[in-house]
């Protein structure tokens, strides 16, 4: 709309020009805004097997479909992955400390569904997370115990497990 605005502008044509302007100046304003503020999605860094898949479909809690659906996607106007979640637990009070969710996998540990999430943290020590590990379970709980790893300097696993649900006796009478 910009561009035939200024198009009709070279050739003199007032009302297609005015249009333009009013309209696709706005128009082209907002869309570099979203662009510049574009969080793109996290791919999965290995596919599941079949078996994780049919795990999933039986104990994944909502939290953890939730993140799976939240980092899978397109995001505007907000710093990186699970920010919020971040700063809530501890981790990401200021920018150049916090965690970057670089990405996650799914995948079975010992007979239970689990979501590990990436991140690279060079502003957290392995230890500063392992204090958290209670407050990152009541954060993505209930239903999910966490397990914390580092599998390299700088790199941090957070492996969301789902605890299945034990059928409880009924309560008599």
């Given at each position: 709309?910009?561009?035939?605005?200024?198009?009709?502008?070279?050739?003199e044509?007032?009302?297609?020009?005015?249009?333009?302007?009013?309209?696709?100046?706005?128009?082209?304003?907002?869309?570099?805004?979203?662009?510049?503020?574009?969080?793109?999605?996290?791919?999965?860094?290995?596919?599941?097997?079949?078996?994780?898949?049919?795990l999933?479909?039986?104990?994944?809690?909502?939290?953890q479909?939730?993140?799976?659906?939240?980092?899978?996607?397109?995001?505007y106007?907000?710093?990186?992955?699970?920010?919020?979640?971040l700063?809530?637990?501890g981790?990401?009070?200021?920018?150049?400390?916090?965690p970057?969710?670089?990405?996650?996998?799914?995948?079975?540990?010992?007979?239970?569904?689990?979501?590990?999430?990436?991140?690279?943290?060079?502003?957290?020590t392995f230890?500063?997370?392992?204090?958290?590990?209670a407050k990152?379970e009541?954060?993505?709980?209930?239903?999910?115990?966490?397990?914390?790893?580092?599998?390299?300097?700088?790199?941090?696993?957070?492996?969301?497990i789902?605890e299945?649900?034990?059928?409880?006796?009924p309560?008599?009478?």
């Open positions: 709309m910009t561009l035939s605005a200024i198009i009709a502008y070279i050739f044509n007032a009302t297609i020009n005015l249009i333009g302007f009013s309209y696709g100046i706005p128009i082209l304003l907002g869309g570099l805004a979203f662009k510049i503020t574009e969080l793109k999605p996290i791919k999965p860094t290995q596919q599941p097997s079949p078996e994780v898949v049919e999933r479909k039986v104990q994944a809690t909502q939290t479909t939730q993140i799976v659906k939240d980092v899978t996607r397109y995001w106007g907000q710093d990186a992955h699970l920010d919020t979640a700063k809530k637990v981790l990401g009070p200021s920018k150049e400390a916090q970057v969710l670089t990405g996650f996998h799914e995948t079975e540990i010992k007979g239970a569904y689990a979501l590990v999430l990436e991140f690279s943290s060079p502003g957290r230890d500063q997370w392992m204090v958290k590990q990152i009541r954060f993505f709980g209930p239903g999910v115990r966490a397990y914390i790893s580092q599998p390299q300097e700088g790199a941090i696993e957070l492996a969301l789902a299945p649900v034990t059928a409880e006796a309560i008599s009478a």
